[in-house]
């Protein structure tokens, strides 16, 4: 008899606000840079370095801090994250110097690490299976609210006061996150003879730099690295190369060769890669159209680019809910599917109905993206060994930044590409929208290409389980 017991309450709140506070630690820094090369008197290049610390520390880490539940126990390490995240926030908040800000920020990268890799693997462990899609989705929303609210949060702090009063702000957060999870989340007793010897050292090295190369590779050049982003992303796959090599070998390995060639986590991981690239790609080449091609100001590019994340916010606990009542498979394909159509609609209803054609096709198209992650997420950790939790949920948060790492950088570099003159203020304004559509072409057909997958895996798998009977 299925366990139809409702989700406790008190934890799906604890882990909703821990994901809150993680993903505003990524979007409320986004609008205190201009202050901060006034306050610093620093250029645009150092300044980058406050999001940057903080993205690149997130995607080193997410996956051995997820080991690390694993072993430890995920409500003990998520309690050491929130306590390491309001250090790292008053150490960022008190800074002198845009070096120390820095430093801080990586620290803080690394509690957020932890937020959002545990968050989804405590969800799995309290949450009853018939309610896990609803969880996922909840934790969804809270993500994409974090998004919405960051940069309006920021600006107001910068209007009453100064910006540190944004990682005071993120201090608090924290600490009632801290709170209430010790109050709902009682850590498990520690597994006997656990020690710091189970983890993989050198392959945890070995991918930090796999993938703080590609992390620096995909920034644009905007990291001020003197190294040429071809000869970085070389690095990040020999390094990638060299960590499959160590993973064969170690006893305890941080990532089990097995585990990506298992065909539900591998292909998951695939689809969460393909699909934060296209989403990231509405963020990086959408403003160049609204802004040379629907010669919209800063203020309304602002408020139609927040339709997304304002339409996600309110969209993920449906999906979830949609993704218990139908199944994450099926709604994982028609996520999927949706997000084909959607991009098409971007591609080409803009150019014809201007701004009212943009917001439409957003409209049409975030659903799709929380379907997908909702399902998505449900179909990898429904099933996973209370061992292998963390690792898992780590390595699904991975592969979701590198896929908006990767978009940031080919989908942008597509656009110009297609643009031909490489600087859009120049280009006349038909140029743009040419190059705005064939860009979001591109994305449907790498979606298109993602649909394939989860239709072949499908069916794949169904033709396993006939064989089995």
Known sequence: MPDTTPPPFSILITLAVATLTASLGISVASVLLPTLTRSFSATISDVQWVVLAYLMSVTISIVSVGRLGDLFGHPRVLHCGLILFIAASILSARAPTLDVLVAGRALQGLGGAILIALSMSIAREFVPTEKLGTAMGLLGTTSAAGTALGPSLGGLLLTWGDWRMAFWLLAVFAAVTLVLSMIAITPPPRRPNTSFRELDIAGTLVLGGALAAYALATSGGTSGIPVPPGMLMIAAFAATALFAVVETRAAS?????????????????AMNWAIGTVMMSTLVVGPFFLAFSLGLNDALIGLVMAVGPVVAALSGVPAGRLTDRLGARRVMVIGL?????????????????????????????????????????????????KEQRGRLSGLLGLSRNLGLMTGASAMSSLFVALLGTGDAVLAPAADVAYAFSMTFAAAAVLALMTFGLALYSQVHRSAEASNRI
Do not use: E, K, S, W
């Open 253 to 269: 390995p941080l990532v089990p060769m097995a585990l990506l060639q298992d065909r539900t986590t591998g292909t998951g991981f």
């Open 337 to 385: 599917a949706q997000t084909v159509l959607g991009l098409l609609c971007l591609a080409f209803l803009p150019r014809y109905f201007g701004v009212g054609g943009y917001v439409a096709a957003l409209i049409a198209l975030t659903p799709a993206f929380q379907l997908f992650l909702a399902a998505n997420n449900t179909a990898v950790m429904i099933n996973a060994p």
